[in-house]
Antibody, heavy 121, light 107 residues
């Protein structure tokens, strides 16, 4: 059974940093590109970042480029999102999502349950 | 960036009726369009990918159609569990983008 479990969310002040993790199980992690998608409370979905299975390619939304860094450790089946210089508008639930097999970009066939990041003074 | 516009924002229907949701792209996405369903407090769920392919376990009452810039998600004979928010997403180019969503609510 495919499982994605996010952790690392919490309350942080503007300008602060946070690192999210997503532990994957039930599939060959290195075969899939992975993404982070966020959703501000009561709002729609916003794709944040993606990384290829071998970590050769990285992609970012304009809103986070230069502040967020996506990475993965295939030996630990874990996806990460390092978030620096956080802003109030980064407040959201952050989901990790698995890309379908095939050359990215692909649709997201499995999602974690999300972790809440709150940026406030 | 490719902008996806979903309409209507809210659709009020009764169980057993057919829902027709629209997604329009600001430029062609060929057939690289997906649909997701999201219920309150839950993660999104993939319903349709590549315009018309149903994801594993998705009931046949969900169907997708369209091409280039105009796409439709049809839900035939709405079941109580189908009342939710639906998002379209383009996966032809980075940055990936989602539509603003259509809420299907019980009339």
């Amino acid at each position: 059974e495919v499982q994605l479990l996010e952790s690392g969310g919490g309350l942080v002040q503007p300008g602060g940093s946070l690192r999210l993790s997503c532990a994957a199980s039930g599939f060959t992690f290195s075969s899939h590109a992975m993404s982070w998608v966020r959703q501000a409370p009561g709002k729609g979905l916003e794709w944040v970042a993606a990384i290829s299975g071998s970590s050769n390619n990285f992609f970012y939304a304009h809103s986070v480029r230069g502040r967020f860094t996506i990475s993965r450790d295939n030996s630990k089946n874990t996806l990460y999102l390092q978030m620096d210089s956080l802003r109030v508008e980064d407040t959201a639930f952050y989901f990790c999502a698995r890309g379908q097999l095939g050359a990215p970009p692909r649709s997201f066939d499995f999602w974690g349950q999300g972790t809440l990041v709150s940026v406030s003074s | 960036d490719i902008v996806l516009t979903q309409s209507p924002a809210t659709l009020s229907l009764s169980p057993g009726e057919t829902a027709t949701l629209s997604c329009r792209a600001s430029q062609s996405v060929s057939s690289y369009l997906a649909w997701y369903q999201q219920k309150p407090g839950q993660a999104p769920r993939l319903l349709i990918y590549d315009t018309s392919k149903r994801a594993t376990g998705v009931p046949a009452r969900f169907s997708g159609s369209g091409s280039a810039t105009a796409f439709i998600l049809t839900i035939s004979s709405l079941e109580p569990e189908d009342f939710a928010v639906y998002y379209c997403q383009q996966v032809i180019s980075w940055p990936l983008t989602f539509g603003g969503g259509t809420k299907v609510e019980i009339k």
